[in-house]
């Protein structure tokens, strides 16, 4: 077995002390750049690997930044994590991406897990448990960033996205060509986002004075393609009683829209789809998607950036920052028929 080389060896290879070498392995004290460029040397020479599991052990953290999500299956997080992970090993970090599936019991046990490893910080979807996961994170002294709380972010700092303005410009939108009878379609796990789009919904139904109850709403009961299908299907159904629907995100979006199709109900003849994220197989469909475009890369760029900043001692006050999202109109709406 080969003998794995030790701390001391890096010190006197870079001749240095071994509390330098520490130092620079638990990012304690500023080192400077010739001193950190000899130590990186040594390292790489003599292939040494830090016991990360000792550094947490002394009270230090780990080089990890975790990324709690709802749902892994959705495009829209991809774009999101990528923005993390480019800033996170920029900084010599990894990401930690947790997936809850919208269950507050797998939240919280990713919470304990997370705090037992003294993550660096972490970057959390705003979900449905509200926020005693939150607050474990934290007492485990790991600044937690929500991503898309809005109103709902029980105090942390956060990076979000005007979702009630969404909400309305999406509904502007269908009630702009004529819609009047509308189904929002939302989904577990993003309470809040969706929350605040369906109050932009309600927003724009105000500012054309019509009656809300025209308006309806209906939730899939998963994140799965199975439950989008039967969301699907319940609204295809009843397709007589409306004649569009917003769905709270593209994959839903995109599988109604598939269910309509395949059912011989014409897009946007018969029936307008918009949705919400546009990710990137929404201008591909078979019918380009409307929708609402969320900047995501840069989402997970600008929250990464935050809990580096948090993690490194600098304060959280006015940090929240929000990004203000665009309607895309493509080839899925149209005016209701006659």
Same mark, same amino acid.
């Given at each position: 077995?080969?003998?794995?080389?030790?701390?001391?060896?890096?010190?006197? &290879?870079?001749?240095?002390?071994?509390?330098?070498?520490?130092n620079y392995l638990?990012?304690?004290?500023?080192?400077?750049?010739?001193?950190?460029?000899? =130590?990186?040397?040594?390292?790489?020479? &003599?292939?040494?690997?830090?016991?990360?599991?000792?550094r947490v052990m002394?009270?230090?953290?780990?080089?990890?930044?975790?990324? #709690? $999500?709802?749902?892994?299956?959705? *495009?829209?997080?991809?774009?999101?994590?990528?923005? =993390?992970?480019?800033?996170?090993?920029?900084?010599?970090?990894?990401?930690?991406?947790?997936?809850?599936?919208?269950?507050?019991?797998?939240?919280?046990?990713?919470?304990?897990?997370?705090?037992?490893?003294?993550?660096?910080?972490?970057?959390?979807?705003?979900?449905?448990?509200?926020?005693?996961? &939150?607050?474990?994170?934290? %007492?485990?002294?790991? *600044?937690?960033?929500? &991503?898309?709380?809005?109103?709902?972010?029980?105090?942390?700092?956060?990076?979000?996205?005007?979702?009630?303005?969404?909400?309305?410009?999406?509904?502007?939108?269908?009630?702009?060509?004529?819609?009047?009878? =509308?189904?929002?379609?939302?989904?577990?796990?993003?309470? *809040?986002?969706?929350?605040?789009?369906?109050?932009?919904?309600?927003?724009?139904?105000?500012?054309?004075?019509?009656?809300?109850?025209?308006?309806?709403?209906?939730?899939?009961?998963?994140?799965?393609?199975?439950?989008?299908?039967?969301? %699907?299907?319940?609204?295809?159904?009843?397709?007589?009683?409306?004649?569009?629907?917003?769905?709270?995100?593209?994959?839903?979006?995109?599988?109604?829209?598939?269910?309509?199709?395949?059912?011989? $109900?014409?897009?946007?003849?018969?029936?307008?789809?918009?949705?919400?994220?546009? =990710?990137?197989?929404?201008?591909?469909?078979?019918?380009?998607?409307?929708?609402?475009?969320?900047?995501?890369?840069?989402?997970?760029?600008?929250?990464?950036? #935050?809990?580096? %900043?948090?993690?490194?001692?600098?304060?959280?006050?006015?940090?929240?920052?929000?990004?203000?999202?665009?309607?895309?109109?493509?080839?899925?709406?149209?005016? *209701?028929?006659?």
């Open positions: 077995m080969t003998r794995r080389a030790t701390i001391r060896e890096v010190a006197r &290879l870079a001749e240095v002390s071994l509390g330098t070498v520490s638990n990012d304690n004290k500023p080192i400077a750049p010739e001193t950190r460029e000899r =130590i990186e040397s040594a390292i790489e020479q &003599l292939g040494f690997i830090p016991n990360a599991g000792v002394r009270g230090g953290r780990s080089h990890a930044i975790a990324f #709690l $999500i709802p749902d892994s299956g959705n *495009p829209f997080l991809v774009e999101v994590s990528r923005g =993390i992970e480019d800033v996170a090993i920029g900084a010599r970090h990894v990401v930690v991406t947790c997936n809850t599936d919208g269950d507050p019991d797998r939240e919280e046990h990713y919470a304990r897990v997370l705090s037992e490893m003294r993550v660096v910080g972490a970057v959390v979807m705003a979900m449905s448990a509200g926020e005693t996961a &939150l607050r474990r994170l934290e %007492a485990s002294g790991a *600044p937690v960033v929500l &991503l898309g709380g809005g109103s709902h972010g029980f105090g942390f700092p956060g990076i979000d996205v005007e979702n009630t303005h969404g909400g309305y410009l999406a509904m502007r939108h269908l009630l702009s060509l004529g819609h009047r009878d =509308i189904v929002f379609v939302g989904g577990p796990g993003a309470e *809040p986002q969706i929350d605040d789009r369906y109050l932009g919904c309600l927003r724009a139904y105000d500012e054309y004075g019509i009656d809300r109850s025209r308006l309806r709403r209906v939730t899939a009961e998963g994140n799965s393609t199975t439950a989008r299908r039967e969301v %699907a299907e319940r609204i295809a159904d009843g397709v007589s009683e409306v004649t569009a629907a917003f769905c709270a995100n593209d994959l839903i979006a995109l599988t109604l829209q598939s269910v309509l199709l395949q059912r011989g $109900i014409s897009v946007p003849g018969r029936f307008s789809v918009i949705g919400y994220d546009d =990710i990137d197989g929404a201008a591909m469909a078979p019918v380009p998607l409307t929708t609402v475009h969320q900047p995501q890369y840069e989402l997970g760029r600008a929250a990464a950036e #935050l809990v580096l %900043a948090l993690a490194a001692g600098e304060s959280a006050a006015g940090r929240t920052r929000s990004f203000e999202p665009e309607l895309v109109v493509r080839s899925s709406t149209a005016a *209701p028929p006659v």
